[in-house]
């Protein structure tokens, strides 16, 4: 008697589909192009500096005048787009800097449209990086504003102000797509109003529309030089265990006029990313692959603990498959070159 008797009718056997890389190729449901990342650059003052972030292996901070190289490179590896962050030269507790012509992100700019004009600039509109304070919109310190009102509290309407100055701001600068980042009630709203009547109807928001409170921005808060002084987000940014919230949230920012919708991090929260697109198929969907997410494949890349391209591919994937249109990823000059391969 042989050992195993096999059904001597046809049954599925899903292998027969995966024997050779042809096969697998013209199978396969997911595809991952250059053309869905997005690369994200920092921007600070001072002239010649690539300074690289210590918790982040591969990513620099850069000047103006080295920006135009730089964007160049990303543009010639296939990568339609960056998203700008700034370091200010001064912080102050409204973030001047945020909303001034010759500020960093709009000096930015400029250089970027002018080096590489194809290349989609996206702004990220938030307080934090430019408060002294680093919180995510105005406080209300020693209750002098609002005495109802929590000590400490980021006062929400009067930081929608400062997030319409900002978007207009980056707009005027020649931005081509405003993503507000700071999780304040309101704000995309307050943004397109601001965009309409400074006549930049034309200028779409991607928002980010869920936000979660994530200990994974821990190396992008070195990289923007943005860490709170005091407390944490979690009186904005989502909690990590929220899921029916993230949908609630999304609502509210497509019946403000949000264009297109983000989901940050990204892959803790694949299960968020497959709702939010099968709630909203119609939105496009970007996920935010973000500075922890990098750091952990890099150090352990780095310790020889995992093969970096297999693993970075295999994530970028899985965030597409999730539901993502669109990845932004500090992986995007890397996976692009490995793509093209
Ligand atoms: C806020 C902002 C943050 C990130 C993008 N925009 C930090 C935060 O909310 O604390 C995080 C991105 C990353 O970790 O890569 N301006």
Known sequence: MSSISLPKFPVSRPRR?????????????????????IYPLFVRPGENIQREIVSMPGVYQWSVDRLAAEAQEIAGLGIPAVILFGIPEQKDPVGLENFSSEGVVQQ???????????LVVITDVCLCEYTDHGHCGLLNVEGQRHPNL???YVLNDETLEVLGKVAVSHAQAGADVIAPSGMIDGMVGAIRGALDHGQFEHIPILSYAVKFASAFYGPFRDAAESPPKFGDRKSHQMDPANRGEALREVALDIAEGADMLMVKPALPYLDVISAVKQAYPQFPLAAYNVSGEYSMLKAAAQNGWLDERAAVLEALTAIRRAGADLI???HAKDAARWLAD
Do not use: H, V
């Open 108 to 118: 930015a700019i400029r250089a970027i449209k002018a080096a590489a004009p194809q």
């Open 17 to 37: 589909t995966r024997l050779s890389a042809n096969l697998r190729a013209m199978l396969r449901e997911t595809e991952l192009n250059p053309g869905d990342l």
């Open 328 to 330: 932004l990823t500090y």
């Open 150 to 152: 929590p000590e400490g």
